[in-house]
């Protein structure tokens, strides 16, 4: 299965700014999720990044507030923009396997706290 | 609404017993049903998966049980151990549907 290289792995925020998370997958990938995982609670899709189009938001994410970028198959970078205490989570990015099996690969996460 | 409804959100048991851990979905469009598992710091790590068209699977000490006609299915662990603790999400996906719902998540205590 990929490989996935998450950074940073966490970071402390202030309210208002913004934070960048990249995501490193060591082999070719179509599509690329980022995932939002408040305290405790269950994984959400935010996006479905595909190299060469506009991101995929779910109900509920916007890209004014989570800009996505696919500049190539192997990265992405998720923004969270003019951050509130309210984005404090971890954010996860995810791959699909090559196969129909659904298999999906997960980094290990960015712990966001936004003070 | 949660697609995907999981219990118990939190069990703890002895070295050696058997925890249990369910789902329940409402979309019949679902046929991927795979279990993570995710360590303190760490991403979710698949665990086990399943299709409908079985009853069950096993690989080592993890079993899923399938229920499809009451759209049920779960996670049995034997023979746990204190390795074992960690926070079990199961999942749904569904044919031409690029992502996973995900259960609430259970965390699970094994203790020595």
């Known amino acids: 299965s990929a490989v996935i290289s998450q950074k940073p792995s966490r970071d402390i925020c202030q309210r208002g700014t913004s934070l960048t998370i990249q995501c490193q997958v060591d082999?070719?990938?179509?599509?690329m999720f980022w995932y939002r995982q408040q305290p405790g609670q269950s994984l959400t899709l935010i996006a479905t990044?595909?190299?060469?189009?506009?991101?995929?938001?779910e109900s509920g994410f916007v890209i004014d507030k989570f800009p996505i970028s696919r500049p190539n198959l192997t990265f992405s970078t998720l923004t969270v923009s003019n951050m509130s205490p309210e984005d404090s989570s971890i954010y996860l990015c995810?791959?699909?396997?090559?196969?129909?099996?659904?298999?999906?690969?997960f980094g290990s996460g960015t712990r966001l706290t936004v003070v | 609404q949660q697609q995907v409804k999981q219990s118990p959100q939190s069990l703890i048991v002895q070295k050696g017993g058997i925890p249990i851990i369910n789902c329940a979905y409402e979309?019949?469009?679902?046929?991927?049903f795979p279990w993570y598992q995710q360590f303190p710091g760490k991403g979710p790590a698949l665990l086990i998966a399943?299709?409908?068209?079985?009853s069950e699977k096993k690989e080592g000490r993890f079993t899923i049980s399938f229920n499809k006609s009451a759209k049920q299915f779960s996670l049995h662990i034997m023979d746990s151990q204190p390795g074992d603790s960690a926070t079990y999400f199961c999942?749904?996906?569904?044919?031409?549907?690029?992502?996973?719902?995900f259960g609430t998540g259970t965390r699970l205590t094994v203790i020595p």
């Open positions: 979309n019949t469009a679902f046929d991927y």
């Open positions: 995810s791959v699909a396997a090559q196969s129909r099996s659904y298999g999906y690969t």
């Open positions: 990044a595909n190299q060469g189009s506009e991101a995929t938001y």
């Open positions: 082999s070719q990938v179509t599509m």
């Open positions: 999942a749904a996906s569904m044919r031409g549907a690029n992502n996973l719902f």
């Open positions: 399943i299709r409908p068209d079985v």
